[in-house]
């Protein structure tokens, strides 16, 4: 399974550069919190994935000056040891607020610090300190701002390995998805009975057999309930795939590695020779939004301009819009992508949320329209994920350019 965090931890060297971050954007700390696994931000930041910290703990990163960790007496052995900085120990409620108010105390006056907060809990992936700490921080007359740059910063952007752990996770699932539609036009040619629920079973077979592993199975999704976006197929809804049904899978896996991220991808067949003419027209519509999607980002590259996620889920909405169908695209273009498939980097979104975060060098994103119509009998999602390299967006798998023709 997956790990439950979705970044890589702040490694010691990166100390520096956080501090040279913080004192740029004019902020005099990073307070990380969690208690009991709520804020899994800061669990991965800090590196604290499998450590038994069943209390509160604190870890603050000053702009200038050496990282202190604020941990309950009783779990200081839990605490890794290669964590810079030093430790400090609380036990009751008092001796935590004493310490909360020497460290924050010794802060500049009035003190910006950064913590997993969004202003009216607009990015929920970054609201995830809840209001009685916020209130508590606040209590000793500091600042708190959103982490939301920070976070992007140091824990979302990928490195070399894990682009090329990307790479080979796109090319697993893009050649389990290809046997899993060859394995339908089998069955069909068969006679054989063959139920969404085989087919998923099929495509996690493949994901053990290449190494892979994945948070959930994949959807595979016959007809109408293709018009379900997040539907999961089951024994209580034993499907059987005949000639004449549309097929959507959606597929996702990453390597085993500790850093290893996802790949997440998206593609519709048709069980035929011909598919029905309004099957062909929103499987175009849908297509033609994905890819204007990748055109806005290239534009922009060459232009020498950032986008927002927002400004990519405007460009992919408005088209589907323009052609009649805005109102069965009912979920955000795209989400972030790291060591767990729906990342806390920014997501291309300005339906779901306002997504003013910047689509920086380093980020990775789905962008996957789709165009959902249950009572026909019909829905399409086109999904590919993009890389933002420094010298443009990367697409490293194929893109469905027609209907895929199982037959």
């Known amino acids: 399974m997956a790990p439950p965090t979705s970044a890589a931890p702040i490694p010691s060297a990166g100390i520096p550069a956080l501090q040279r971050a913080l004192a740029e954007a004019k902020l005099d700390a990073w307070l990380l919190y969690d208690f009991h696994g709520q804020n899994p931000t800061a669990v991965s930041a800090v590196g604290l994935q499998g450590h038994m910290l069943t209390r509160r703990w604190f870890y603050l990163v000053p702009a200038a000056g050496e990282p202190v960790a604020l941990v309950h007496a009783i779990e200081l052995g839990s605490f890794p040891p290669d964590i810079p900085g030093r430790r400090e120990k609380y036990a009751s409620w008092a001796s935590l607020k004493e310490a909360l108010a020497r460290l924050l105390g010794a802060l500049p006056p009035s003190a910006r610090i950064a913590m997993e907060y969004f202003p009216m809990g607009a990015i929920p992936y970054l609201s995830r300190v809840d209001a009685g700490t916020l209130e508590l921080v606040r209590s000793f007359g500091v600042e708190v701002v959103s982490s939301a740059d920070l976070v992007q910063r140091f824990l979302c952007r990928w490195?070399?390995?894990?682009?090329?752990?990307?790479?080979?996770?796109?090319?697993?699932?893009?050649?389990?998805?290809d046997?899993?539609?060859?394995?339908?036009?089998?069955?069909?040619?068969?006679?054989?009975?063959?139920?969404?629920?085989?087919?998923q079973t099929f495509l996690m077979e493949r994901f053990a057999a290449a190494g892979l592993e994945t948070d959930h199975p994949p959807i595979v999704a016959v007809n109408a309930h293709a018009g379900d976006p997040h539907y999961a197929p089951s024994e209580q809804t034993p499907t059987p795939i005949r000639a004449g049904d549309m097929v959507l899978i959606d597929l996702?896996?990453?390597?085993?590695?500790?850093?290893?991220?996802?790949?997440?991808?998206?593609?519709?067949?048709?069980?035929?020779?011909?598919?029905?003419?309004?099957?062909?027209?929103?499987?175009?519509v849908t297509a033609d939004a994905r890819d204007a999607g990748l055109a806005a980002l290239e534009r922009a590259h060459r232009e020498g301009k950032t986008l927002q996620g927002w400004e990519v889920d405007r460009a992919v909405r408005d088209h589907i819009s323009s052609q009649g169908f805005g109102d069965r695209f009912v979920h955000r273009t795209g989400h972030s992508i790291g060591l767990a498939v729906h990342g806390d980097g920014a997501n291309l979104d300005d339906l779901e949320t306002h997504d003013t975060r910047p689509l920086v060098p380093g980020l990775a994103f789905s962008i996957e329209p789709g165009i959902y119509l249950p009572e026909e009998g019909l829905g399409v999602r086109s999904e590919i994920d993009v890389f933002l390299a420094d010298d443009g967006p990367k697409v490293f798998s194929k893109i469905q350019r027609e209907l895929v023709r199982i037959r």
């Open 159 to 177: 490195d070399a390995a894990q682009v090329e752990s990307h790479r080979r996770a796109l090319a697993a699932i893009d050649a389990a998805k």
């Open 179 to 199: 046997a899993a539609f060859a394995r339908i036009g089998e069955a069909l040619r068969a006679r054989e009975t063959l139920l969404e629920t085989d087919v």
């Open 252 to 284: 996702w896996a990453r390597g085993t590695g500790p850093r290893d991220v996802y790949a997440d991808i998206t593609w519709v067949g048709y069980c035929g020779e011909k598919p029905p003419e309004r099957l062909e027209r929103i499987f175009r």
